[in-house]
């Protein structure tokens, strides 16, 4: 699983599937390169909090994908997870279930 930093790539993941949820949205886009490399990016505006703020958000970001997308995940994709403002206070195993339900919401 490789990180995704170019602003592109983020831009791109834009125009495909989305999954919204309470505490984060969900972005998919199939790449179509023949890589099964599964790329991963999070976002965590200013709109959230102060950086201190962000920084826990992305935290638990990272952590969720790093349970969740090497079973889950679509190969050959690019997934953004975009934190949103319920994500700090929302509790861990449920947002877990959330990205779960992201998941295979957006594999149908």
């Known amino acids: 699983m490789k990180t995704l ?3 592109r790539d983020f831009l791109a993941a834009n125009s495909g599937k989305r999954a919204p949820m309470p505490g ?3 972005l998919v886009r199939d790449r179509d390169d023949g890589d099964a490399t599964m790329r991963i990016g999070y976002t965590v ?3 959230i909090g102060n950086a201190v703020v962000r920084n826990r958000m992305k935290r638990r970001l990272r952590s969720l ?3 969740l997308l090497p079973e889950s995940g679509i190969r050959g ?3 953004v ?3 949103r ?3 700090i206070e929302r509790d861990f ?3 877990r279930t959330d990205l779960a339900k992201a998941l295979q919401k957006i594999a149908r």
């Open 85 to 87: 403002n319920g994500g």
């Open 81 to 83: 997870l975009i934190g």
């Open 5 to 7: 930093a170019i602003r």
């Open 77 to 79: 994709a690019d997934h």
């Open 93 to 95: 195993a449920q947002l």
């Open 65 to 67: 994908a790093r349970d």
């Open 24 to 26: 984060f949205v969900l």
């Open 45 to 47: 505006t200013k709109k």
